[in-house]
């Protein structure tokens, strides 16, 4: 009873009142008629909040995201669809959906009238400035009698999950020889002429089958080379993204850390599109993503639902203990790193192999009024050190447009000023 009373609007607690007054009166008047009218206007809003407690549940509703994955930046909509479940009138439903911050303002709705045998459709757009895991909901409804009398808040839809994942920049060319050198067999791809299809030779090897010879490239190279059937099982290319939250300034969309994924993101893509394995790891060589270089969007999705939700590491400072790339081509984003950082992350990388960096002047990302000179010229001096061990280093800015850097990065990779591979 306490609870249904609890339900009462103003207008309910109004007329309970003037009820209970109007009785008083009557008892002290000793006027039966006015007596009727009290006990009437007593009970109705006893009676409905009753019978709306009593009905429990009588609309519904189901939530559709369209997408349910979208980029950050992209706009997006969540579709509602509501109905009566009884055969009992509603009232006004006012309904208020739970959207986090970063997608938007919270939308709510009014309802006047809910038909009995037909759903009624709600959208309302979303547009997402930060990537993660987001969680919209619950969908809370305020369900009102006809007479406006008696009201309940009911939960009508939990939660659903929304993954916002980082933008991904069009890149376009590949360092020449990009992700066939990666392996222990040092296998090279080269075009074998006109109207016949690229394969992948390697120098011969004492008991190699001589039916394997490619004799078009041994010409060319005055060197007998045999072909490869398949690609080296250590092949492809593996993305290190230094995430750690002591390597990166900046907060919120505008920081280096969400640069650095938005790049990372685009890499992978770019690279699994043209055909690569392409390999996700941390800063600590811990795989965050794996994504073979054959099949469609549902492989890309891998590396993007990884990096949507990638939370700040926590360690201050570069502890591999191995090569994180496994013998691999090794492409790594890095934030502020430490001569130490640096020393561990080129120990352990083969000579042969090809390293490329691309490396963060962290400092800018804080709008250049608190960054100290040290900390750029910190960033010169890691770049040199990668330098001298053999990696091609690329440093970008927060206004360093991403395909900038891409093309930067190979025509680093390759010595030359040209690029294999054309715009998509």
């Known amino acids: 009873m306490l609870r249904s009373l609890s339900g009462l609007t103003t207008r309910g607690r109004c007329l309970l009142a003037a009820g209970v007054a109007a009785a008083v009166c009557a008892v002290v008047l000793n006027e039966r008629d006015l007596l009727r009218v ?48 009884g055969t009992l009138p509603a009232g006004e439903v006012l309904l208020e959906d739970g959207v986090p911050y970063a997608l938007g303002s919270r939308p709510r709705f009014v309802v006047e009238r809910l ?3 037909r759903a009624v459709g709600l959208r309302y757009p979303v547009q997402p400035v930060l990537r993660g895991i987001h969680q919209i909901g619950p969908l809370r409804a305020t369900v ?4 406006g009398l008696c009201e309940f808040e009911r939960e009508l839809i939990g939660h659903s999950r929304l993954i916002v994942t980082p933008k991904v920049a069009g890149l376009w060319g590949l360092p020449t020889g990009a992700g066939i050198g990666a392996g222990d067999d040092g296998s090279i791809r080269l075009h074998a002429g006109q109207g016949e299809t690229d394969v992948i030779v390697r ?10 010879v490619h004799w078009r490239s041994t010409a060319r190279r005055d060197e007998i080379m045999v072909r490869v059937e398949e690609r080296p099982w250590r092949g492809g290319t593996t993305v290190l993204l230094d995430h750690r939250a002591t390597a990166h300034h900046g907060a919120g969309p505008t920081s280096s850390l969400e640069w650095a994924v938005s790049f990372a993101a685009s890499v992978c893509v770019h690279l699994r599109r043209a055909g690569h394995r392409v390999r996700l790891v941390s800063e600590h060589g ?4 794996d994504a073979p270089g054959e099949g469609g969007e549902h492989y890309d999705n891998i590396v993007l639902d990884a990096l949507a939700a990638l939370q700040p590491a926590h360690q201050r400072d570069v502890t591999a203990g191995q090569d994180p790339a496994e013998g691999q081509e090794l492409i790594a984003i890095l934030g502020t790193v430490s001569n130490e950082a640096v020393d561990e992350l080129t120990r352990f990388r083969p000579r042969g192999i090809r390293s490329l960096a691309v490396m963060l002047d962290t400092p800018a990302w804080s709008g250049g009024v608190s960054a100290p000179e040290h900390r750029a010229a910190a960033t010169d001096e890691s770049a040199a050190l990668l330098r001298a061990a053999g990696w091609g280093v690329v440093v970008a800015g927060p206004s360093t447009p991403m395909p900038q850097a891409w093309g930067e990065l190979c025509r680093t990779a390759t010595g030359q000023g040209s690029l294999i591979g054309g715009a998509p």
């Open 286 to 289: 811990k795989p965050l993503a």
């Open 38 to 85: 009290a006990v009437f206007v007593i009970a109705l809003p006893l009676l409905v909040a009753l019978f709306i407690a009593a009905s429990r549940v009588r609309i519904a509703a189901a939530r559709k995201m369209l997408p349910d994955r979208v980029p950050v930046g992209t706009p997006g909509e969540v579709e509602l669809d509501l109905w009566r479940t």
């Open 203 to 212: 120098q011969y090897r004492q008991g190699d089958d001589l039916r394997k």
């Open 115 to 117: 038909p009995h045998n």
């Open 144 to 147: 009102t009698d006809p007479f």
